[in-house]
């Protein structure tokens, strides 16, 4: 009589491992899948180039996808599940595409080069002067650090003083010549 009494016991015990184990084993499949960057075109352009990323796990929604170039954020344009359309900044430079969907990262960071964009020089002021002579060099697409400009007088490399995307203010350097 007693096995009888412990019968019941015995199927509670079950009832409860075969719960436990489906609980346990159930998976999470709300989370979407990592994304995958599988191409960009083009691989290189310049900055404010409209450039198109095709991948998976995208999202449709634009706020959804972070795309940086270089660490640098990128506007996304256009959204869906497998292309990005996104402006490259006008402050990137040559490395790695970062690609953020709904918190999650992309398995891959394909290299992107940052092509540059050509300075002119529309004036030079004042146009002659001797060794440490203040210039002023006014134009387009200098670079707005001074380090990351050069200037030469007949070859010899001139000290920048300071630097913005349209002026850069050099001191003439010694033994130029004229």
Known sequence: MNAFKVFPQILNFLRIAVFATALISCRD???PPAPEVININPSSAKPGTLV????????PVFSDNKVTFNSKEALVMNASSNQ???????????????????????TNQPVFTVESIPSSITSVSPSSGGYNTVVT????????SPAANVVTFNGVPATITSATTTSLTVNVPARSGT
């Open 52 to 59: 198109s990323i095709i991948g998976k796990n995208f999202s």
């Open 84 to 106: 990005l359309n996104v402006i490259v900044p006008a402050d990137a430079v040559t490395g790695p595409v970062g690609l953020i969907v709904q918190g999650r990262t992309a």
């Open 137 to 144: 060099i006014t134009g387009l697409n200098f670079l707005p």
């Open 29 to 31: 499949d709300d989370d």
